[in-house]
Structures are given as C-alpha cells and as structure tokens.
C-alpha cells in the first residue's frame, strides 16, 4: 500500500520498521535483499524513485515501510516541503512504528543531511539503527576508514554511538543482523 499521508495508512496494530535515508543510498535494494524478492520496492538508478510511504506486509506479521529519500536536489523548493512534512508527520506520529533503519552510503564521508536528520530522530527521542549501505563498492581498508571518521564524528554528539550494521544489497551482507533486530523488537511487541 502507498500513501502520501500517515492517516492513510494500513489501520493495523501490527509493529512496523521504517527505512529511510538519502535519495538513491540504496533503500528499496536493502527492504528487497531483506525478503529477498527482486522486485517488491522499485529500485532504480535515478534518485526520487520512492516519493510515497510504501508498506510492505511480511509473513502476515509487520510491516517494513519504504519511505521517499529526502535530499534529492532535483525536486522543487514546494515539493522537498511537502516530502518533509509527510516523513516528518509519519515518523512522529505513526503509532506503530518500532524502529526508524537510517540508511548512510558507506563510500562517502559524513553527510550534513544525514547527520541533521540523526539529530532530529534523537530530540524527539525516536529509536533508530544506522545502516550502512553498498559495502561491496569499496576495499575493506576504506569501509573501516569510513566507518571509524563516522563513529568519531557521531561521538562528538552523543554519548553512546547508535546500533550500526554494515550491508551491501549485492553481497547480502548485514542480512542476517538487520532481520534479527527487526525479529527481536516485534518479540518483544508480541511478548
Ligand atoms: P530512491 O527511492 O530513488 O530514493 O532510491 P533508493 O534509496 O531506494 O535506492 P535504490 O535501491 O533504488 O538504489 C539506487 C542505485 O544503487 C541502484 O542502481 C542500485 O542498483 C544501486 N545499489 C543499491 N544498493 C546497492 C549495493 O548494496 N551494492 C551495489 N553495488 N549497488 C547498490
Ligand atoms: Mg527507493
């Protein structure tokens, strides 16, 4: 189901898990190597492909939800203001939301607009995971190098670092861990 608006999404007490990041950093390739279908979120190289908030239902029992990439350049001043408004009103005031999956691009330095968004997630003390996406595009050498410069610089801000997992959509990398987190939390739920 996609929607523009949170109200208008599945009325369900099911728990759910969002994904989100940076326009193209690989969103709907992770949600398709996590249930492994090839095509359930459009994928596609150009950026702003997911402009709506996409639900998923898995195994009959949660949600994963795809929401559209923010910082996409192309789009209208109007436009990147209605795409805040909407992730915006989703993640503060969607019920079952469990957990936010902030996706970061493990090949580029720290980002001003992840870093702003993580900052937001955490003052309005909404719970998220980092993940960071397409590792199979650099050496190991350079993952760590990224990865290290990211910790550093998010140290500088909290005083514990957030959940991190590395993944690549290619390799299926971080599968396995990004699942068990998402099962945990919904045990949790249902417990
Ligand atoms: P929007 O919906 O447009 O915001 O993009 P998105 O974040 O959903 O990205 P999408 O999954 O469409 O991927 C963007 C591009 O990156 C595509 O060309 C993918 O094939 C490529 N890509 C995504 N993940 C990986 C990965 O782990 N490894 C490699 N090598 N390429 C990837
Ligand atoms: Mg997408």
């Not at 189901?1 to 940076?22: V, W």
């Not at 691009?105 to 397409?134: A, C, H, M, N, Y």
């Amino acid at each position: 189901m996609s929607n523009t608006d949170y109200r208008k999404c599945p009325q369900t007490e099911l728990p759910e898990h969002a994904f989100i990041g940076r326009s193209n950093v690989g969103k709907s390739s992770l949600i398709n190597m996590l249930v492994a279908r090839k095509n359930l979120a459009k994928t596609s190289g150009t950026p702003g492909k997911t402009q709506l908030i996409n639900h998923f239902l898995i195994n009959d029992n949660w949600h994963i939800v795809d929401l559209p990439g923010y910082g996409y350049a192309k789009t209208s001043k109007k436009n990147r203001k209605s795409w805040e408004g909407m992730i915006s009103n989703y993640l503060l005031h969607r019920e079952n939301l469990v957990a936010t999956f902030i996706l970061i691009d493990s090949r580029l330095e720290p980002q001003k607009i992840d870093l702003e968004f993580i900052s937001w997630l955490g003052e309005k003390e909404l719970p998220f995971f980092l993940v960071f996406t397409k590792t199979d595009k650099l050496t190991k050498n350079r993952l760590s190098a990224n990865i290290k410069a990211y910790r550093e610089f998010l140290m500088t801000q909290w005083e514990e670092l957030p959940v991190s997992i590395l993944t690549s959509a290619k390799t299926k990398a971080g599968k396995d861990e990004v699942l068990g987190i998402i099962e945990s939390l919904n045990e949790e739920i249902n417990a």
